[in-house]
């Protein structure tokens, strides 16, 4: 039976730390780091998301401030916000929420983002700099899984690693950081011709898919090492919201076989809230060092 990769404890710590740190600065009448999480629209999950950073972000004493625009902003108005973000003084970290509106180009609007201010990690600039392995901002997402496999001593150097999943947020940067860690990696995407023998070949599964339980247990090889970063709504008429929340390994088989895994909810969905306070924190030693807003270098 695999042991539970707690990514609710490991993210209590990290936020723990957060929070004192920031308590010292506050103490002695510095300012402290602050996150801009701009919502537009009325997506439910995105505010649900949106909800939870700003929370985080109260609880470890960050100043926050939420932007929730309409559905009909347009890009030239949303571009304009990000601009006086980035010249706030008091923002250090600005998160805007994703998906946009259809008639708003995400590209556009990332590449606005002052990269220092960046914290989500997904600015050209930063994903440069991921990739090339200089310090920079790394996306929440993935830099969680690498932080969580971090603090158990999971050792990654030499380690056959699958990447299920290529988008630009999760997929991709986790590869590359995985590469980072000295790992052997293959990506597996929706073009894959033999996935479950791609994991039966694996020591470390990523899955970062999307599909319901879609990987199943016997597709483990024995002894693996199962991160689990997908986030599906199911229906579950035995529970009060009638939905529960599961991954895209089918945990209670898996973990008949791997030796660590993360649960569903409470794996990586807490360690990406934790990255991201942290990334924050981050920005705001970068920018207090280095003030002056980017146009104006
Ligand atoms: P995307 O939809 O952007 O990417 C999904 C990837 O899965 C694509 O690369 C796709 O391949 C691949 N894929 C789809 N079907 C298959 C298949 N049958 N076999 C192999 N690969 C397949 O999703 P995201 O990367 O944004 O998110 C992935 C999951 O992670 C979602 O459940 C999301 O909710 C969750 N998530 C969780 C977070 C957390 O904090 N825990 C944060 C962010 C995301 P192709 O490129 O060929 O289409």
Redesign the pocket.
């Known amino acids: 039976m695999a042991q539970l990769l707690d990514g609710l404890r490991v993210s209590a710590e990290i936020r723990e730390a957060v929070r004192v740190e920031t308590a010292a600065l506050s103490a002695s009448g510095k300012p402290v780091p602050g996150l801009a999480v701009v919502l537009v629209g009325e997506d439910p999950a995105s505010r649900v998301?949106v909800g939870r950073k700003k929370k985080a972000c109260q609880e470890v004493g960050f100043h926050s401030l939420e932007l929730k625009l309409s559905a009909e902003t347009t890009q030239s108005d949303l571009l304009a916000r990000v601009s006086e973000l980035n010249h706030d003084s008091h923002i250090h970290g600005i998160l805007v929420q994703m998906p946009l509106p259809a008639h708003i180009d995400e590209h556009k609007i990332i590449e606005a983002i002052d990269p220092r201010k960046d914290v989500d990690g997904f600015h050209p600039i930063n994903v440069g700099k991921l990739l090339q392995g200089v310090d920079g901002t790394i996306s929440?997402?993935p830099g969680?899984v690498i932080e969580l496999l971090h603090r158990y001593r999971i050792e990654l150097k030499g380690k056959k690693a699958l990447v299920?999943?290529?988008?630009?947020?999760?997929?991709k940067p986790m590869a590359v950081l995985l590469i980072r860690e000295n790992a052997t990696v293959t990506i597996?995407?929706?073009?894959?011709k033999n996935?479950e023998a791609e994991i039966k070949a694996s020591d470390i599964i990523v899955?970062?898919?999307?599909?319901p339980r879609?990987i199943r247990g016997e597709w483990i090889k024995q002894g693996a090492v199962v991160v689990d970063?997908?986030?599906?709504q199911i229906e579950d008429l035995t529970t009060e919201k009638k939905t529960r929340l599961v991954?895209?390994v089918d945990f209670e088989t898996a973990r008949e076989r791997a030796s660590f895994i993360t649960p569903?909810p409470g794996?990586?969905?807490?360690?990406?809230?934790a990255m991201l306070l942290s990334n924050t924190l981050k920005a705001y030693k970068t920018l207090t060092n280095s003030p002056t807003p980017l146009s104006a270098l």
């Open positions: 998301y929440c997402t969680g299920i999943g290529r988008s630009n947020i999760v997929g597996a995407h929706s073009h894959t996935l899955a970062a898919i999307g599909k879609m970063i997908g986030m599906n991954g895209d569903v794996g990586i969905g807490p360690m990406t809230i």
